[in-house]
Nanobody, 114 residues
Framework: QVHFVESGGGLVQPGGSLRLSCAAS????????MGWYRQAPGKQRELVATVNSRGITNYADSVKGRFTISRDNGKNTVYLQMNSLKPEDTAVYYCYLDNGIGSWGQGTQVTVSS
């Protein structure tokens, strides 16, 4: 079983920035991908960004150029730097780890509003 500690969500004005972090622990073995997904009210959960064990990243088109994902393998931690936030970025953001079995964090709320 994998355990997550997510932090960094909150309320921010449009154009502002937030940094999410997610530390994973437990049954983490071998090569794995970490990432962030989000789910807005009434919508399906969608990919935001992922980074694999070699540091190769993948972003949703809607966040390219604004969000940056990174990871610290020594700490089993993934980060999401979110800049130029828009109201449509408002959602619950979920940390994700895939080492052959997908595991999800509990989610952290991000609200972009004036």
């Amino acid at each position: 079983q994998v355990h997550f500690v997510e932090s960094g969500g909150g309320l921010v004005q449009p154009g502002g920035s937030l940094r999410l972090s997610c530390a994973a622990s437990g049954r983490i073995f071998g090569i794995y991908t970490m990432g962030w997904y989000r789910q807005a009210p009434g919508k399906q959960r969608e990919l935001v960004a992922t980074v694999n064990s070699r540091g190769i990243t993948n972003y949703a088109d809607s966040v390219k150029g604004r969000f940056t994902i990174s990871r610290d393998n020594g700490k089993n931690t993934v980060y999401l730097q979110m800049n130029s936030l828009k109201p449509e970025d408002t959602a619950v953001y979920y940390c994700y780890l895939d080492n052959g079995i997908g595991s999800w964090g509990q989610g952290t709320q991000v609200t972009v509003s004036s």
